[in-house]
Nanobody, 118 residues
C-alpha cells in the first residue's frame, strides 16, 4: 500500500506564491514512481488536471497555469512539488497529488486547500 500526503496549502493574496509538497510512503521505492501529477477541485466543479511530470522529466500543464506553476519531483525523497506563482482567485481549490506507481497502480492524496483572496 502507498500513502500520499500533501503539504503547503493555505490562504494567500492574489499575486503571491505557494509551494505544495506531496510525500509518498509505503510499499514503493524511488524508481517505482512513473508519473506524478497534480489535480485540483474548486467548489461546485469537477476535479481538473493541473500538471504532470513523467519519470523522464516530461512535463505538461493545463493552459491556465502555464508560465505560473512549475511541477518538479525528488524521487530519492519520494516527494513531488508544485510551485505556484502569481496566484489568482480562480486558482482557489483543493489540490490533490496523484502518482502512478509500478506502471499500473494509481494513488491519490487527501488534498490540501489553497485559497487565493484579498
Amino acid at each position: 500500500q502507498v500513502q500520499l500526503v500533501e503539504y503547503g496549502g493555505g490562504l494567500v493574496q492574489p499575486g503571491e506564491s505557494l509551494r505544495l509538497s506531496c510525500v509518498a510512503s509505503g510499499a514503493l521505492y524511488s524508481s517505482s514512481i512513473n508519473a506524478m501529477a497534480w489535480y485540483r477541485q474548486a467548489p461546485g466543479k469537477q476535479r481538473e488536471f493541473v500538471a504532470r511530470m513523467t519519470n523522464l522529466g516530461t512535463t505538461n500543464y493545463t493552459d491556465s497555469v502555464k508560465g505560473r506553476f512549475t511541477i518538479s519531483r525528488d524521487d530519492a525523497q519520494l516527494t513531488g512539488y508544485l510551485q505556484m506563482n502569481s496566484l489568482k482567485p480562480e486558482d482557489t481549490a483543493v489540490y490533490y497529488c496523484n502518482m502512478l506507481v509500478f506502471d499500473v497502480l494509481n494513488y491519490w492524496g487527501q488534498g490540501t486547500q489553497v485559497t487565493v483572496s484579498s
